[in-house]
């Protein structure tokens, strides 16, 4: 009898994750997941993702780069299939997917644990909102600090709904000490999205006068002061802040000549109106209702003051992928506002919000497919030298960056995609290492069991090869003088 009422219970719950109210969004999440298998090679064999999973795959455990610990979220999933001896053909796609399964399952968590629809709206807004060649590139521990504050701000606001008496403040800091733990050990950028989960949450329930935003703001600034005051001058993920806090004036005057400020000015129209239609709507949204004025005011004013750090921290530039990222935060801020002040303002707020879902996800999609053509083609030109390559007697092959053409971006993990790809499609294995860095590579190349998979990683035993995937000839490498410009 009580096994039938479990079974009974778990199949409501089911159909509840799955309502019409939520039918929209979870429609989003398979077509998004189709979209990610379908561009699985162009996602996955590119410099840091391609890095990951060689890495994954060869020690049959997570992999950890640079202390960035929440990226093994991401790899759950992948491992699993290692440890299973799933061939290569299929851990890729895998892989590219579980970036989406790792966003679901912070939706649900959001909107079915917490019953946050705000906090659910805002996961799809920076899924699909400001993308389109990071979307490329899923490998962002900048995500999972998004994602983690987007649960925050769910649990915070479920939390204050509660009955809980004297307990309610308890329950509330120790919530927010875990989730600020794990946001200091994501990424740096946390600290921004984690202030304003905390700040947004006092205006909204108006808890300036409660002891809970002094605690919240103490906690974060204790646990990120070692990485607040890192550097001073560095673009870099560990230094985020130094340059703001160097000359905030001469940093404001200066602010138009920044590569990050051109970007966003130039690619406005593709990228960034709807974060500022997004934006303009939600302090309008917000007004209306008395008790979220001064929310709306202040999304406004943390989108500027975030704008102004971005481009102080990336000032000297990046790739479009990585300028792509450091703007996300501000579509995580406005759309917080946005959703809030349908759910609060709007009577048919679930039909709405639906309605913005299908919009963001057409608009974001279309930019995606024109940016598509890029990374594929990258792919495609790769499987071109391969072919060339397999005419040749040597698997090991070493060309310089002037013999390929720009379609060849990111080069550095060249000798590893290259290798997944021959491997996965059950030919002779290969490798074709792009000097592109003048590295010194004498007595490496000529190392029979030495495999170069990047400029920063050129001596790498053949021992810690996993022969289940990658099997290459002990050999040394051949220069290879074949122009594909």
Request: glycine share 4%; hydrophobic share 50%.
């Amino acid at each position: 009898m009580k096994q039938k009422k479990f079974f009974k219970i778990y199949l409501d719950w089911i159909r509840g994750l799955f309502s019409q109210q939520d039918g929209i969004a979870f429609l989003f999440f398979i077509v998004f997941g189709i979209m990610v298998i379908s561009d699985a090679q162009a996602r996955i064999l590119i410099t840091d993702p391609a890095y990951y999973l060689f890495n994954i795959i060869n020690d049959s455990e997570f992999f950890i780069s640079g202390s960035r610990y929440t990226t093994v979220i991401n790899q759950i999933l992948v491992l699993f299939a290692v440890k299973l001896n799933v061939p290569l053909r299929i851990l890729i796609p895998l892989y590219s997917l579980s970036f989406v399964l790792v966003r679901l399952l912070y939706y649900i968590l959001a909107t079915k644990v917490f019953k946050n629809q705000t906090a659910g709206f805002a996961i799809i807004a920076f899924t699909m909102i400001g993308v389109a060649e990071s979307y490329f590139r899923p490998t962002s521990e900048s995500t999972i600090a998004l994602l983690n504050s987007t649960l925050f701000l769910a649990f915070l606001f479920y939390c204050e709904k509660k009955d809980w008496g004297k307990w309610k403040i308890v329950i509330q800091i120790i919530g927010t000490f875990l989730f600020v733990v794990f946001g200091y050990y994501s990424h740096p950028i946390a600290l921004f999205s984690l202030f304003f989960v905390v700040f947004y949450f006092s205006f909204s329930a108006r808890k300036f006068k409660t002891l809970y935003p002094y605690v919240g703001v103490l906690l974060i600034l204790l646990i990120f002061m070692g990485k607040v005051l890192l550097g001073s001058n560095s673009q870099h993920h560990d230094s985020l802040y130094g340059n703001l806090f160097h000359s905030p004036i001469a940093i404001l005057k200066g602010l138009p000549t920044y590569y990050p400020y051109k970007f966003f000015d130039r690619h406005f129209k593709q990228l960034y109106r709807v974060l500022i239609v997004l934006l303009i709507s939600s302090v309008i949204l917000l007004q209306v209702k008395k008790g979220k004025r001064l929310a709306g005011v202040f999304v406004l004013a943390y989108n500027c003051v975030y704008f102004v750090v971005a481009c102080t921290s990336f000032k000297n530039g990046d790739a479009n992928m990585q300028m792509e990222k450091i703007f996300i935060p501000l579509v995580f801020f406005a759309s917080v506002g946005f959703a809030d002040g349908i759910v609060n303002v709007l009577k048919k707020k679930n039909l709405i919000l639906n309605i913005i879902i299908v919009l963001i996800a057409f608009v974001g999609i279309q930019r995606i497919v024109k940016t598509r053509t890029i990374y594929r083609g990258r792919i495609d030109y790769l499987k071109e030298i391969i072919a060339e390559a397999q005419k040749e007697d040597s698997r090991k092959l070493l060309i310089r960056s002037d013999q390929t053409s720009r379609k060849l971006q990111f080069t550095w993990a060249m000798g590893i995609e290259t290798l997944m790809l021959t491997s996965m499609n059950e030919a002779e294995a290969l490798t074709i290492y792009c000097i592109q860095h003048n590295e010194n590579l004498e007595g490496k190349k000529d190392k029979a069991d030495n495999f170069i998979a990047a400029h920063f990683r050129t001596s790498y035993s053949y021992s810690q090869m996993n022969e289940k995937y990658f099997i290459l000839p002990e050999t040394t490498y051949t220069v290879w003088d074949k122009d594909f410009k």
